[in-house]
């Protein structure tokens, strides 16, 4: 008669070995994956401008997988690229936001949810709620940072971060949360109060190149530009609506057409006897300002080229 104990605990080292939850334990199902998807996932990969073509917002839309191919495979966690990704074993490591990454029993999750077959969500249970729609303040009504930050995660991000897809963050600018974006980079990008002094402004609508995002058209909507330069012009405000501090002496780097001496698309620049002109810059001019910020947000230029 064969050891029927032992058997089983066997069996169970196999199912544990293979990822699979102990007996007993439900095997997850897409309603214990959801949440999870949604809270670190959706922000890229849903609706037409998904990351790669995949969106997972959805138990078929996953399943349909990215421009590549299928992303998760029945049965085989260790064959799936979305397993992959969320491990960190291909890279870019997902979600593109992180650090942090899951966690290790969020992958788990993830892990025993594929190697059980991906159950679908069981009949009658509460669809995971969709992704509320981005709220969209009119003009004239106070943005924060929570208004701007999917534009940020979907359309700057993925090459804005550490280990994104080209490497470190391009001039060491991160753009994944308000202080990255506040921090700058090699230099400011932000100055609280006056988009035309900032940087990210400009490179969004182009007077700053190569404009961003770097992998567009398309560009940011006209919609999402005034969004981010409201959020700028109100102080670039935290979601409870404290404004940042201008960063006094930061330096900041921006191009422009210089309408006069010297205002450069309506931004009125400092200039005194410390200021390098360069090239002799006259009106209708493209120039290449580099300064400093000054308190209130006025710019003292350094060094103005004509480009
Ligand atoms: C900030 C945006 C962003 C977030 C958040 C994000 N992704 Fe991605 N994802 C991307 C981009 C961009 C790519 C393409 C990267 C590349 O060039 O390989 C990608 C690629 C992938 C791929 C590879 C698809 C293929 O076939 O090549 C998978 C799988 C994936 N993501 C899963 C996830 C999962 C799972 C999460 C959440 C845990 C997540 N992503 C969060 C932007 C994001
Ligand atoms: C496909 C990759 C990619 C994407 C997407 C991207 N960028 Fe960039 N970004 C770069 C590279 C590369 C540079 C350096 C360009 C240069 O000046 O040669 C850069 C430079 C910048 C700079 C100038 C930084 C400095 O200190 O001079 C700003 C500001 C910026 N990006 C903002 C953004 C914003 C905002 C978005 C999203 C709307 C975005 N980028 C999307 C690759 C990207």
Known sequence: MPDVAALSRRWLAVLLLCGVAPAGAAPPTFADVAPL??????????GAAASVGLRLDSLENLQRGSANG?????????????VRRIRGDSQPRM???????????????VEQWIAGGMAPAPAGSAEAPPPPPPRRPRPGEPVSYSDVAPIFAQRCVKCHTDGGIRGAPPEGLRLGTRADILR?????????????ASDVVRRIKGQSRPRMPLDGPP???????????DWIAQGATDDQGNRAPVPVGARVRFEGRLESRWRVDGLSLVVGPDTRIKKNPGPGDRVEVRGTVLPGGAI???????R
Do not use: K, N, W
């Open 70 to 82: 299928p992303v998760a495979r029945p049965g085989d966690p260790a064959g799936s690229e979305l």
């Open 184 to 196: 700058g980079g090699e230099r400011m990008v932000v100055v609280p109060g006056v988009p035309a």
């Open 95 to 109: 979600p593109l936001t992180g650090p942090p990454y899951l966690s290790a029993d969020e992958i788990a999750l």
């Open 219 to 229: 560009f940011l909507t006209d919609e999402e530009i005034r969004l981010i330069s």
């Open 300 to 306: 003292a230029v350094r060094r103005i080229r004509r």
């Open 37 to 46: 998807l949604q809270a670190r996932c959706v922000v890229c990969h849903s």
